[in-house]
T-cell receptor, first 114, second 113 residues
Framework: GNSVTQMEGPVTLSEEAFLTINCTYTATGYPSLFWYVQYPGEGLQLLLKATKADDKGSNKGFEATYRKETTSFHLEKGSVQVSDSAVYFCALFDSGAGSYQLTFGKGTKLSVIP | SAVISQKPSRDICQRGTSLTIQCQVDSQVTMMFWYRQQPGQSLTLIATANQGSEATYESGFVIDKFPISRPNLTFSTLTVSNMSPEDSSIYLC??????????FGPGTRLTVT
């Protein structure tokens, strides 16, 4: 079956530090990959996506590249801000699995301190 | 994209009672989903709700406990029945749109005492 593995949190960084949150996946087909962000007290927001190998998704200074050879989709940002403090979820969608549900990782909580 | 609203945003309920959560979408969508997010955990799919057909429940979730209605292409409800403290969670609805994207509502934070 499909699965997503994220690095364990929480992650605490100082403002302007470089961020990497690792995500690897297992899928039976050719999935689309996503990063969602959940700010405190809110629902999930789609942050970025990539639908095929070597695609790079980007949004709000965040980037992630779909690496088929390493089955990875690591999230990066060059300079984090306090406002980036949130929980980040990596997810995959595999239409070949016959279901339209997303498979989520466990989430990584990021705290950015001034 | 899609804009999704949920009501109520939060509630505190007594055990043994039921709560119905509403999900409204600003455009017509075929596929809607209900997820549960237990405290500090990831999301677990409860069921898929397509208009005009019975909801499809995931393993571990049953219709008697989580009845779902989908009367049209912009609206759905999820009822949490005969609640216990273990049902305390965030319940989120989501919709599937083009380009393999799913969008989520803001969630309903349920506390059962």
């Amino acid at each position: 079956g499909n699965s997503v593995t994220q690095m364990e949190g929480p992650v605490t960084l100082s403002e302007e530090a470089f961020l990497t949150i690792n995500c690897t996946y297992t899928a039976t087909g050719y999935p689309s990959l996503f990063w969602y962000v959940q700010y405190p007290g809110e629902g999930l927001q789609l942050l970025l996506k990539a639908t095929k190998a070597d695609d790079k998704g980007s949004n709000k200074g965040f980037e992630a590249t779909y690496r088929k050879e390493t089955t990875s989709f690591h999230l990066e940002k060059g300079s984090v801000q306090v406002s980036d403090s949130a929980v980040y979820f990596c997810a995959l969608f595999d239409s070949g699995a016959g279901s339209y549900q997303l498979t989520f990782g466990k989430g990584t909580k990021l705290s950015v301190i001034p | 994209s899609a804009v999704i609203s949920q009501k109520p945003s939060r509630d505190i309920c007594q055990r043994g009672t039921s709560l119905t959560i509403q999900c409204q979408v600003d455009s017509q969508v075929t596929m809607m989903f209900w997820y549960r997010q237990q405290p500090g955990q990831s999301l677990t799919l409860i069921a898929t709700a397509n208009q005009g057909s019975e909801a499809t429940y995931e393993s571990g979730f049953v219709i008697d406990k989580f009845p779902i209605s989908r009367p049209n292409l912009t609206f759905s409800t999820l009822t949490v029945s005969n609640m216990s403290p273990e049902d305390s969670s965030i319940y989120l609805c989501s919709v599937f749109v083009s380009s393999y994207e799913q969008y989520f509502g803001p969630g309903t934070r349920l506390t059962v005492t």
